[in-house]
């Protein structure tokens, strides 16, 4: 049976864990008698059996072995907790510097996590959201080549598709609408902002429980409503709502046929009330595909390739209206969006709700990781610089048989300990913080949004990262320090600082450039908010309304005020989305068609908001012949349309997509920024069109604001009998353009402050254990001759210098990084020195302020005392 | 004085009869032989480390063997005490048989 070289060894994954689960027996004996007796069976009854006696011994061993072992690591564990704390209790600053440090980035880790979390989790509630698309579109100008992508498409899209794509589940259009709707109930008048008039198949599409009614047929009558849980208690209060008739505009009644659930913060889709097409639809051109009027999702059929069902409709619109496409020089492709990337991945014109910023997201993000960093960076700092503190102890344990990698285990509880206590403090903090972080980041956010099982699972794995990370290096240095030095006396200063001085450095560059980062978005923010836009946003109120019968008797009365120095009735007001319509030289010159904004205005608009005519007239009051048959357009649409020079456009003819009229040019109007100052400005055509006057913008004067707005509110409602007064500030209202930059710069500023803070918080820490060692070193100094200045010049000097080094390093960075940010922006604010200049001096000061007071304690101690010290 | 069990009774008897032999592989040979009952290793190791814990045991390395994987064995010998004990356990087994008729021939 025993084959010369090839006797039966034991199976070696068997042998392996046996090892590791024997007592610690030096010399293994139990394992070789394992051996011995494997050999001895195989030799009697075959090497298989013997194997699987082997295996059956390891096996049974093993869960007695395990169970014993973890048991004794706990209770070491629990032995390095209680010394842990022991030591915190003995130093109290110390252990506060640490863990507040700590706990103020955990804290934001919680705060990226939350807000990470919330925004990717957009849209994906949607039953099969992974099979959800939107279609958009782009429209191309045949003859200039110029683009532009809609998140709206085709207004006969979704049915085409319905009826002609097999690989489509479900498909639905609805349009959104762009003003408040003013709704009667009984003898009660109220507005709704978030209105979407759908087809029914918009619950097929998506997943929108219903409290009473159904899915199936809510939408399919004409005239019908369903409305949301909150508008239903709002306005129904303990009545049922379904049956009843509510008046839209005073006028249409919709039968309430469903309540639905609110929707979700984390949807795009938000909406209150929900109409049916009919009858509304009656006098829009439903066929009509130049209108890209409508949103268009499609739930595709399950296990299809989203990109093939792409390329088959890109360019559907050829199929039914090749002719008229070549006629109005245009060419129409749609293209998909997957649900779930929209909030995070879309930026088309005419977006649902303003998306989500991922490069915002991105930066937060970024910033967090950097303040984790300089917590951490803190707290292998103030371990290394306190470890004189724990030298004899180290000595103790290593002399009485501690081995080094029990020493690392202990340390690295301790440091897990102070991070489990930061994280306990962090959640206090982040309960109080996040009411105004979500206010700030424009989410409803609450704390049971954090204390859910996956996040508290999140932030746990969080802390114990931040643990090992700030405590694996110390544990290392710790436990390698030499027992015999350390009893003997040597030197306790700690060796090898080289590496705290370079942790100062990229701790306080990270600072400087977030300084540098806040002070370019707050100067952007300025220069948008400042910037000459090209038309008068001062002092001007925005009164909602119908005017379209009315509009010069209504401004002739409010003139009479001389509180209200101007009135001008229009559809649109800069700042506020603007409808968009395909418009077209008809002069024969070129075949140009254009997509244009167009605004519905008086002739006091143009006055009125100040812009300038450089060419031509604006419209006359005296001459009717100017409404509807005329334009003045911008700068920007004379060049869209081809001509060479403003006055050239003068007199010509353009034909509009929308009502299909045509018109003569009677002037031009300079560029103005009626879309903010993120985006160019585009070609706009300015028509007098009173059948759209729902706006009227009235230029008051500064004094007494209040009694003038009471004023206008009475007047108002005399014409608006039962309706709500609804009136807004231009220039707070086109400042809300900016909001997103304008959160982002608070959230961004509170970043700042903490990351300074932590900076700062270390180097107290740091500085003043740094300093401590030098007691005796001073004190010599002192008895020598050294003045206490030039002591605290030898003192401060070192941390200056690691801030000066700090700056030069930080500055090219944040060059690099905010010259990248303002590159979004089509009009954008210098980069200003002084913003680098000042980011230098602030640090520089703040470190000053961080070392200072111990710095001149030290140096101005008594040397008798400090050589005594020790 | 504790009594000691069975099983204890019967290592400390085959260390005594193996002397320069008694490590594990050896004494569960010769237990199992004798009660005829197959013994795991782990029943052999209890006792040993009881009976060494107690003193009635001691324990040397010798030289490894190839067979044994390259490791040394641990050969047990019995101490004063345990020897002491083992005469203790032969002397009260008699007292108890003693009077008892030849169990075979009963019936």
Redesign the interface.
């Known amino acids: 049976m025993n084959v010369r070289g090839r006797r039966p060894?034991?199976p070696r994954l068997a042998?392996w864990i046996l090892r590791r689960l024997l007592p610690d027996d030096e010399?293994?004996?139990?394992?070789?008698?394992?051996?011995?007796?494997f050999?001895?069976l195989a030799a009697a009854r075959g090497a298989g059996r013997s194997r699987i006696w082997y295996w059956g011994?390891v096996l049974?061993?093993a869960p007695a072995r395990l169970s014993n072992g973890i048991y004794w690591r706990m209770i070491l564990l629990g032995d390095s907790l209680k010394v842990g704390w022991r030591i915190l209790r003995g130093h109290k600053s110390f252990a506060a510097i640490t863990i507040f440090g700590l706990a103020v980035s955990l804290t934001v880790g919680t705060l990226a996590l939350v807000i990470m979390t919330h925004e990717l989790s957009y849209d994906r509630f949607h039953a099969d959201s992974g099979r959800i698309h939107r279609v958009a579109m782009t429209i191309t100008s045949t003859s200039t080549s110029t683009r532009k992508a809609t998140a709206r498409a085709s207004t006969p899209l979704a049915p085409t598709l319905r009826r002609t794509r097999p690989e489509v589940e479900s498909a639905v259009r609805f349009q959104r609408l762009l003003d408040p709707l003013w709704i009667r109930l009984d003898d009660k008048t109220f507005m709704t902002d978030r209105v979407l008039v759908a087809e029914n198949e918009l619950f097929d599409v998506f997943s929108i429980p219903f409290v009473q009614g159904s899915p199936h047929d809510a939408l399919t009558r004409p005239s019908t409503a369903v409305i949301t849980r909150s508008l239903a208690q709002k306005h129904f209060h303990h009545q049922d709502p379904v049956g009843r008739t509510l008046m839209v505009a005073g006028v249409l009644p919709f039968e309430v046929t469903g309540v639905v659930a609110d929707p979700p913060d984390n949807s795009h889709l938000k909406y209150d009330l929900l109409l049916s097409l009919d009858p509304l639809s009656q006098n829009w051109s439903m066929d009509n595909w130049g209108w890209t009027g409508f949103y268009t999702y499609v739930k595709l059929k399950p296990g299809l390739d989203p990109a093939a069902f792409a390329s088959r409709i890109r360019g559907i619109a050829d199929l039914y209206v090749a002719d008229k496409l070549r006629q109005w020089g245009e060419q129409y492709e749609f293209f998909l969006q997957p649900l779930e990337s929209i909030h995070l991945g879309s930026h088309l014109t005419q977006e649902i709700e303003p998306p989500g910023n991922a490069l915002h997201l991105m930066i937060l993000l970024g910033a967090t990781a950097l303040i984790l960093f300089l917590a951490i960076v803190n707290f292998i700092n103030m371990m290394i610089a306190r470890s004189s503190t724990r030298a004899k102890e180290i000595a103790v344990r290593k002399v009485v048989g501690s081995r080094r990698s029990q020493l690392v285990r202990r340390f690295l509880a301790e440091t897990q300990l102070m991070a489990f206590l930061a994280l306990a403090l962090s959640l206090v903090l982040t309960a109080g913080v996040l009411p105004r972080f979500a206010e700030l980041a424009g989410r409803h956010l609450s704390i049971a949004d954090v204390l859910q099982p996956g996040r508290i699972l999140g932030l746990i794995g969080l802390t114990l990262l931040v643990g090992f990370a700030a405590g694996v290096y110390p544990a290392l240095y710790l436990s390698g320090f030499r027992p015999v030095r350390v009893l003997k006396g040597a030197d306790r200063r700690p060796q090898g600082f080289r590496l705290g001085k370079t942790l100062v450095v990229v701790q306080f560059a990270v600072a400087v450039i977030f300084i540098i980062g806040t002070l370019v978005v707050a100067r952007q923010i300025r220069f948008m908010k400042d910037a000459d836009l090209g038309f008068d946003k001062d002092l001007k109120l925005v009164v909602a309304g119908n005017f379209r019968k009315n509009a010069e008797t209504v401004k002739a009365d409010l003139l009479k005020n001389p509180a209200i120095r101007g009135a001008t009735a229009s559809w649109n007001v800069p700042g506020r989305l603007a409808n968009t319509l395909l418009a077209k030289r008809v002069d024969g010159g070129s075949e140009a068609g254009e997509s244009m904004a167009f605004y519905y205005v008086d002739p006091d608009f143009v006055p009125e908001y100040g812009i300038r005519i450089v060419a031509g007239r604006n419209f006359r009051k005296d001459t009717l012949t100017d409404t509807l048959n005329t334009y003045v357009i911008n700068e920007a649409a004379v060049k869209a349309l081809g001509f060479a020079s403003p006055e050239e456009s003068l007199g010509q003819h353009l034909w509009e997509g929308g009502s299909g009229r045509t018109g003569a040019i009677i002037g031009v109007a300079a560029n103005f920024h009626f879309k903010g100052l993120q985006n160019v400005i585009e070609p706009l055509v300015l028509q007098w069109n009173p059948a759209y006057f729902t706006n009227l913008t009235l230029t008051l004067a500064a004094p007494d604001l209040p009694k003038t707005l009471a004023f206008i509110e009475r007047r108002w409602t005399d014409l608006h009998p039962g309706q709500i007064f609804k009136a807004t500030f231009l220039d707070r209202d086109f400042n809300r353009l900016y909001g997103s930059e304008d959160r982002f710069f608070r959230l961004f500023a509170v970043v700042v402050v903490l990351a300074v803070t932590i900076a700062a918080l270390g180097l107290v820490g740091l500085s003043s254990v740094l300093i401590a060692l030098r007691t005796k070193e001073i004190g010599i100094r002192k008895t020598l001759g050294a003045s206490t200045a030039k002591v605290i010049a030898l003192l401060s000097g070192d941390f200056l210098r690691s801030v000066l080094w700090a700056n030069g390093l930080a500055w090219p960075v944040a060059y690099g990084i905010m010259r990248a940010w303002l590159e979004r922006y089509a009009f954008r604010a210098p980069i200003a020195a002084a913003d680098f200049l000042l980011a230098g001096v602030s640090t520089v000061a703040l470190a000053f302020l961080a070392v200072g007071a111990q710095t001149f304690k030290a140096a101005a101690a008594d040397p008798v005392e400090s050589i005594r010290y020790e | 004085m504790k009594l000691m069990t069975r099983a204890e009774e019967l290592i400390l008897l085959a260390v005594w009869r193996l002397k320069d032999n008694a490590y594990c592989i050896p004494l569960r040979t010769q237990i199992c032989d004798i009660t005829g009952e197959a013994w795991s290793l782990g029943s052999i190791y209890m006792p040993l480390d009881r009976l060494v814990k107690r003193g009635l045991l001691d324990s040397y390395l010798t030289e490894a063997t190839p067979e044994r994987g390259g490791r040394r064995k641990r050969v047990y010998r019995l101490t004063e005490e345990g020897l002491r004990r083992l005469r203790e356990m032969e002397d009260i087994g008699k007292r108890m048989w003693e009077g008892i008729p030849n169990l075979s021939e009963e019936r």
Do not use: K
């Not at chain 1, 010399?27 to 007796?37: I, V």
């Open positions: 060894s034991p042998e010399e293994n004996t139990p394992a070789g008698d394992f051996e011995e007796y050999r001895q011994q049974r061993l």
